[in-house]
Structures are given as C-alpha cells and as structure tokens.
C-alpha cells in the first residue's frame, strides 16, 4: 500500500459544483496536512494547510482531516475555470529540525464554463 | 513573499552530458529540496539539504548529486545525463522559523529538462 492514495482524475464539473477532492494514507505519524494548487506547467503553491483533525476553510476553500480514517479532503464551493488545475495532497510528521512532505499524486481538475 | 527561482525554465541537452541546475530563493531559507515530477508518478524527492554544505538523499537520488556552498543557492547535478532523466524538476524551500513552519514548502516554476 502506497503510503498516500489520491485518484489523479480528471475530475470535470461544470461552473458553479461543489467540488471535493480526497486523498487517503497509512502512516498514523502524520500530523501536518497540505494541499497545493498547480496550474499547467507551473510550480506548486500552497493552498491550504492544516495541522491535526478537524475543518479550516479559507473563502471557497475547506480542508478537512479526519486522522481517525487517515482521511482529508478539500472541498472548493462555487468552483470557477479559474479553479482548473491539478490539486496534490501532502503530509509530514514533525519530529527533528527539519521534515520532508510526502505527497499524493494529485488530482487534475477541469472545471467547464 | 517567498520567491523560489530556478535558472532555466526550459533545457535541452544530450546524453552524457554534465547537467547544472541552479536554484535560488530569497527567503533566508535553511531546507531546501529538489523534486522530479513525471505524469504517473507524482513528485518525487532527489535530494534535500538543511543546512550549508549539508545534503540528504530523498527517495530517488541515483544518477544525482548536490552542491550547497551558500545558504541561498541549491544545485542538482545530473553526472552524465540520461534520457529516462527527461523530466519536470522543481526546487521548493522551508523553514523551521517560518509562521507555517518547516513542513511548508513553497516552489519554483521548475525546469523541464529533454535529454536526447
């Protein structure tokens, strides 16, 4: 079992959906939780993070982690075309002076006028 | 803002070749990191380094090598370039001391580099 699961897609919705997009892991270690956004031969930015269980929502944005599962989501409301991109998960647990991310192989996302 | 540049967004060279990509930022960063991301297989991490003159290797980094001489400036070394190396790399840095802390990472636009 990998250790982060994340269907890559294409998920396509058409202007206005809710829109929610899951990744699931094994490792019980993992405390901080990330999702980043990247458009089309672009880097990675970071979109949400959360630390530990429960909601964070930021506009349309929502994170959610249910540890419990080894479970997060992030749900976009209202979606636009300006939403249309791919959207990677990523994690790490903190325990020394620094800490490397493992990350899901994202999820592409089309989002249709 | 935190800004994470790489030398090259584009590279062209052929196999066998000796291949340098630079990356700098400008956040006083102490980790720094460098990923491949191919279609299928998601990022995957080469190297990372958390100090000057410091370097660890990530998941995949046979074929590779990394310099740090400054705390700023972060470069992969591909010894003798291959064409399975063809590949998007993106650098990313983080701090310990940083109001997210060290577990957010912020990238550059990457290098897409085709070895022929």
């Known amino acids: 079992q990998k250790e982060v699961e994340q269907d890559p897609g294409p998920l396509s919705v058409p202007e206005g959906a809710i829109v929610s997009l899951n990744c699931t892991y094994s490792?019980?270690?993992?405390?901080?939780f990330m999702w980043y956004r990247q458009y089309s031969r672009k880097g990675p930015e970071l979109l949400m993070y959360?630390?530990?269980?429960g909601n964070k929502e930021d506009g349309r944005f929502t994170a959610q982690v249910d540890k419990s599962s080894k479970y997060i989501s992030l749900f976009i409301r209202d979606s636009q075309p300006s939403d249309s991109a791919t959207y990677l998960c990523?994690?790490?647990?903190?325990?020394?002076?620094?800490?490397?991310?493992?990350f899901g192989k994202g999820t592409m996302l089309l989002v249709s006028p | 803002d935190v800004k994470v540049t790489q030398s090259s967004r584009y590279l062209v060279k052929r196999t066998g070749e000796k291949v340098f990509l630079e990356c700098v930022q400008d956040m006083d960063h102490e980790n720094m990191f460098w990923y491949r991301q191919d279609p299928g297989l998601g990022l995957r991490l080469i190297y990372f380094?958390?100090?000057?003159?410091?370097?660890e290797k990530g998941d995949i980094p046979e074929g590779y090598s990394v310099s740090r001489e400054k705390k700023e400036r972060f470069s992969l070394i591909l010894e003798s370039a291959s064409t399975n190396q063809t590949s998007m790399y993106l650098c990313?840095?983080?701090?310990?001391?940083?109001?997210?802390?060290?577990?957010?990472?912020?990238f550059g636009p990457g290098t897409r580099l085709l070895v022929l």
């Open positions: 380094s958390y100090d000057v003159k410091m370097k």
């Open positions: 990313a840095s983080s701090s310990p001391h940083g109001d997210r802390g060290q577990e957010t990472q912020y």
């Open positions: 959360t630390y530990s269980s």
């Open positions: 490792n019980s270690a993992f405390q901080y």
């Open positions: 990523a994690m790490t647990n903190v325990d020394s002076g620094y800490s490397t991310l493992t």
